[in-house]
C-alpha cells in the first residue's frame, strides 16, 4: 500500500519503504500493551499497565497514532489475548499495519505461529530477537537461515530481530537479504546501566542479579558505538528498538541518537497520552538527521 491518505486530522509522518510497504518512520511497540514493562524494581507498573490498557484505551492509542501518522504497529499473538486488532478496523475504522513479532524458541513451531499470525491479518513479520540471540549462542545459527526462507514462503515483508550485534553480523555474512533489520539501539549513558565489564551476551536471558552492578532488566543494546559502526555500511532497511531503553532515556534524546546513529525506523511503545508528543519529536529528529553518515534506506 502506499502512505495513508491524508484527512483534515491527519499530521505528516515521514515514511519508507520495507519491501512492498510504505511504512511511517516510527512504529506503534507493543510491550506497553503486552503488559511487559522492563519496569525494574517497579513492581507495580506492569499491573498498573494492564489495568489501564483496555482494549478501548489500546484502539484510542491506535487512533491518535494513525491521526499522527504513525501507520505500523508490531504486535505478538499474545496481545490478542487482551484484544483483536480486527475489531480496531472493523469498529473503529482503522487503517493499522500489523508487523508480527513470531515468538518461539523451537524452529519446528515457527511456520505454525507464523501462519496464525497472518491469519490474523499481518502485514509483516519476523524473527523474534530473543530466538536470535538464544540460537546464536547455542551455536544453531542455522535457525536462522531456517526461520528466515518459512516467512519468505509466504511473500511477505520478512524480518530479522536481535537484541545482540552477532546474529546480525551472522547474517550479513551469510548473505541473508531481509526485508528488515531490528536491533535494539540506545546509548548507556543513564543512571541504571550497568558497568561495561559486567555485561556479558546471555543476560538478558538469566534470572536478574540482586546486584545493582550487574544485569537488572536495565539494558537492551550492549554496544551501541559497535552496532552504529557495523550498520554504516548495511544496506537493508534497520528499525531500531528499546531506543528510550525501557523508559530511561528522554524521548528527544532516544529518537535523536537513534536517526543520527543511522536507524531508519524507530519502534516505540507509548501510551495514549504520549502519542502526540513523541510524534512532534520523532518528526524533529528525523529533520534534524539529514546529515547522518548512513544514507536512509528504504
Known amino acids: 500500500m502506499d502512505a495513508l491518505e491524508t484527512t483534515p486530522t491527519q499530521k505528516n509522518m515521514p515514511l519508507g519503504k520495507i519491501g512492498n510497504l510504505s511504512i511511517s518512520r516510527v512504529i506503534s511497540g507493543s510491550n506497553l500493551i503486552s503488559p511487559n514493562m522492563h519496569a525494574r524494581d517497579l513492581l507495580y507498573l506492569n499491573a498498573l499497565a494492564s489495568h489501564y490498557n483496555t482494549e478501548e484505551k489500546i484502539f484510542q492509542t491506535l487512533q491518535k497514532c494513525e491521526e499522527e501518522g504513525i501507520n505500523s504497529v508490531v504486535l505478538k499473538n499474545h496481545n490478542f489475548q487482551r484484544c483483536r486488532l480486527s475489531n480496531y478496523w472493523d469498529e473503529w475504522g482503522g487503517k493499522m499495519l500489523w508487523i508480527a513479532d513470531v515468538i518461539t524458541q523451537d524452529i519446528n513451531q515457527f511456520e505454525k505461529l507464523l501462519v496464525e499470525h497472518l491469519e490474523l491479518g499481518a502485514s509483516a513479520a519476523y524473527l523474534w530477537g530473543g530466538a ?167
Open 132 to 298: 536470535s540471540d538464544i540460537w546464536y549462542y547455542e551455536k544453531k545459527p542455522g535457525n536462522i537461515l531456517r526461520a528466515f526462507e518459512i516467512m519468505k514462503k509466504y511473500k511477505i515483508p520478512a524480518g530479522i530481530c536481535a537484541h545482540r550485534l552477532e546474529p546480525i553480523m551472522f547474517c550479513e555474512k551469510e548473505g541473508i537479504l531481509p526485508d528488515f533489520y531490528m536491533k535494539t539501539l540506545h546509548h548507556d549513558r543513564y543512571w541504571s546501566a550497568h558497568p561495561k565489564e559486567n555485561r556479558h551476551f546471555m543476560e538478558m536471558f538469566e534470572a536478574v542479579s540482586d546486584d545493582p552492578a550487574k544485569y537488572h532488566d536495565n539494558m537492551f543494546c550492549h554496544n551501541p558505538e559497535e552496532t552504529v559502526a557495523f550498520m554504516q555500511d548495511v544496506k537493508v532497511p534497520w528499525i531500531a528498538f528499546k531506543v528510550l531503553a525501557a523508559g530511561a532515556i528522554p524521548p528527544g534524546e532516544g529518537f535523536q541518537y537513534a536517526f543520527e546513529s543511522g536507524a531508519d525506523f524507530i519502534c516505540v511503545g507509548m501510551f495514549e497520552y504520549q502519542v502526540t508528543e513523541d510524534a512532534m519529536l520523532a518528526r524533529k529528529a528525523i529533520a534534524a538527521s539529514k546529515n547522518r553518515k548512513r544514507p536512509w534506506v528504504g
